[in-house]
């Protein structure tokens, strides 16, 4: 019997326990709603020890055209860092007094990707960033 504690992949390893309990590939596939084509492209992957490929992977192709370039994008991210109480569109702002050109929903979208979308985060970011030394003890 296989175990797994990942969600994505729960409902293939249980299908494939199903089948070794029931000792019914046909029975197992037909309780579980699928077909034996795909119970046997599943019992492959294991078999092959790859359990990582039973996860969904997404066939969607990454639409580039939406993102800003690597330049706005460092720009926004130390932005976001040496400002963090600044909103989205402040930073929009004080960015284009800089010469870079990005929206306040463009900011929000970087900062999405980059997990520094709330004030907290943004501080904790400035956190790792700078590394404030412990003080000395002196006696």
């Known amino acids: 019997m296989l175990h797994t504690n990942n969600q994505i992949i729960k409902h293939k390893v249980g299908l494939l326990n199903l089948a070794e309990v029931l000792q019914n590939v046909s029975r197992a596939c037909k309780v579980m709603g ?14 092959s020890g790859d359990m990582d490929a039973l996860i969904n992977k997404s066939r969607r192709v990454p639409n580039l055209k939406n993102r800003v370039d690597d330049a706005t994008e460092l720009a926004v991210i130390d932005f976001a860092t040496q400002y963090p109480a600044y909103g989205q569109h ?14 306040g929903s463009g900011v929000r979208s970087i900062w999405l990707r980059y997990d520094l979308e709330n004030f907290k985060k943004r501080l904790k970011a400035l956190a790792a960033k700078v590394v404030i030394p412990p003080k000395n003890n002196r006696i």
């Open 90 to 103: 402040r930073t929009s702002n004080e960015l284009r007094k800089k010469g870079v050109f990005v929206s």
């Open 34 to 47: 699928v077909s034996r084509d795909t119970f046997h492209r599943y019992q492959e992957l294991v078999q």
